[in-house]
């Protein structure tokens, strides 16, 4: 008796495949993706797909793996890139040759569609995929500070608060305090304004910071459109800093909320002032955001910010402190380096800007 394995093939995904890609990674992950999200997530900015493939026995979808097109500006170029996510085969395909036939496909897709950089933020599960078979190589670990809050010291779902709590608590409410009298020292030179979309005024702040790091992904106003704005399913606060008398953006943030366990856990998706800016402005936004989370009644902020940046040293002056974020980390890999292009220290993390909002579970 021979047991024939089912012949396996890869091909580009399209959108009339995303209600099916939805069941499927719902079966292998066990989290419901709606298919508005997926069309939106894959689709980026011009609402084109780039790079997804996926893996089919006959007709049947079995695999996925999934590239969300971004533009990036790398040593004074914009490109297209696009960054690796939700890559899963259910578990009686997953085996060398269907890694390898998703990894051909989607490779051949990239080179179609002129992608230069790949990039993942990859967890345990995706590691095998990205590292070993796409080449990429891991430039950090994942850079994640945390800023507890008083709140969340306190007894939750029967568990007693620690013995510490009492002290740690009455330190952070004088760090509070003491942050806010800094904000209101430095708010008479600066206006905070809440945003409904991101105009033509963000346009002209990405001219003037796209040179502050080597590489980066473009933060116009059409990105952030459709990443904070136009996501479906999520809501975003959005604010920004401008001077109060020339009128000069100074800064923005974007921030969200979510349940963690039994708490309640803000996220700082983007934290953004120029690097050779007013630094007055880092602190206020800092300020205004953590303000903000704290009338959420949020317990914990999470924010991503690599070493040796001047946002990350104001945020370590507004109680943020390292954490280990577990296995896995920030890889990336080029595919097609043009003779145009210079991408020498690509892979050096000082020379990236990275956000929450660089990975799409946020």
């Known amino acids: 008796m021979s047991i024939t394995r089912p012949v396996l093939a890869a091909r580009p995904a399209t959108v009339d495949d995303l209600e099916e890609v939805a069941d499927l990674l719902h079966r292998i992950f066990g989290e419901r993706q709606e298919v508005a999200r997926l069309r939106w997530k894959f689709g980026g900015v011009s609402g084109k797909l780039a790079g997804s493939v996926v893996l089919t026995n006959r007709r049947t979808i079995v695999g996925f793996m999934g590239q969300i097109p971004v533009r990036v500006k790398a040593s004074g170029h914009d490109f297209l890139a696009c960054q690796g996510t939700d890559v899963g085969i259910l578990e009686e395909y997953r085996r060398l040759d269907a890694y390898m036939a998703l990894l051909h496909a989607c490779i051949g897709e990239l080179e179609a569609a002129k992608v230069v950089l790949s990039y993942g933020m990859a967890n345990a599960d995706a590691e095998f995929t990205l590292s070993t078979l796409l080449g990429q190589q891991t430039m950090a670990a994942i850079p994640l500070l945390i800023r507890p809050f008083s709140g969340a010291l306190r007894a939750s779902s029967g568990r007693p608060s620690p013995p510490f709590a009492p002290l740690l608590a009455a330190c952070l409410r004088g760090m509070e305090r003491g942050a806010a009298r800094k904000q209101?020292?430095?708010?008479?030179?600066?206006?905070?304004?809440?945003?409904?979309?991101?105009?033509?005024?963000?346009?002209?702040?990405?001219?003037?910071?796209?040179?502050?790091?080597?590489?980066?992904?473009?933060?116009?106003?059409?990105?952030?459109?459709?990443?904070?704005?136009?996501?479906?399913?999520?809501?975003?606060?959005?604010?920004?800093i401008s001077n109060k008398s020339s009128g000069v953006i100074e800064g923005f943030a974007v921030l969200s909320i979510t349940r963690w366990k039994d708490r309640v856990r803000g996220r700082i998706c983007e934290l953004v002032t120029p690097r050779r800016g007013d630094h007055n402005a880092a602190h206020a936004l800092i300020s205004t955001s953590l303000k903000w989370l704290r009338s959420q009644n949020v317990d914990l902020t999470d924010v991503w910010m690599l070493p040796r940046t001047h946002l990350r040293l104001a945020l370590r002056q507004h109680g943020f402190i390292p954490r280990q974020a577990g296995r896995g980390g920030i890889q990336t890999s080029v595919l097609a380096a043009g003779s145009a292009l210079n991408l020498g220290g690509w892979d050096r993390p000082g020379n990236w800007f990275l956000s929450l909002g660089d990975s799409d579970t946020v």
Request: hydrophobic share 45%; proline share 4%.
């Open 184 to 240: 209101a020292s430095v708010h008479g030179a600066l206006r905070v304004s809440r945003l409904d979309r991101f105009d033509s005024w963000l346009d002209l702040f990405w001219l003037r910071i796209r040179d502050d790091y080597p590489n980066m992904v473009v933060r116009d106003a059409a990105y952030l459109n459709w990443r904070y704005v136009d996501a479906p399913g999520n809501r975003y606060e959005r604010i920004v």
